[in-house]
């Protein structure tokens, strides 16, 4: 499985960027996606069984960017919608979408 690479999102991010990682959370995503928002993170990386995959919800505060599948497991990563939002990051969201 193609993994997200931490320093190539801190590349397309232009900063040293608050991200959250997570290996198939017991919690609720939500849960999860609040607590990562009231902490300031930027970005989550939630890794989980592509048999989860349609567990996985919309956000309302983050925006997937990038999938990345394997056989067995995904990545999926996400960027907080204000981060999207500051003009400074707006390349995000087409850099890592063109990535391999």
Known sequence: MQKP????LKFY???DINCLELNTPKNNY???ANYAF???YDCMIIRLSAKKKKM???FKKYEKIKEFSGKK???????SKNFLKDPAH???KN???QSP
């Open 5 to 8: 690479n931490r320093t190539l």
């Open 13 to 15: 991010a232009g900063k």
């Open 30 to 32: 939500l849960r999860m």
């Open 38 to 40: 009231k902490r300031n």
């Open 56 to 58: 996985l919800p919309e």
């Open 73 to 79: 497991n995904i990545a999926a990563v996400f960027f």
């Open 90 to 92: 707006k390349s995000v």
């Open 95 to 97: 850099l890592v979408k």
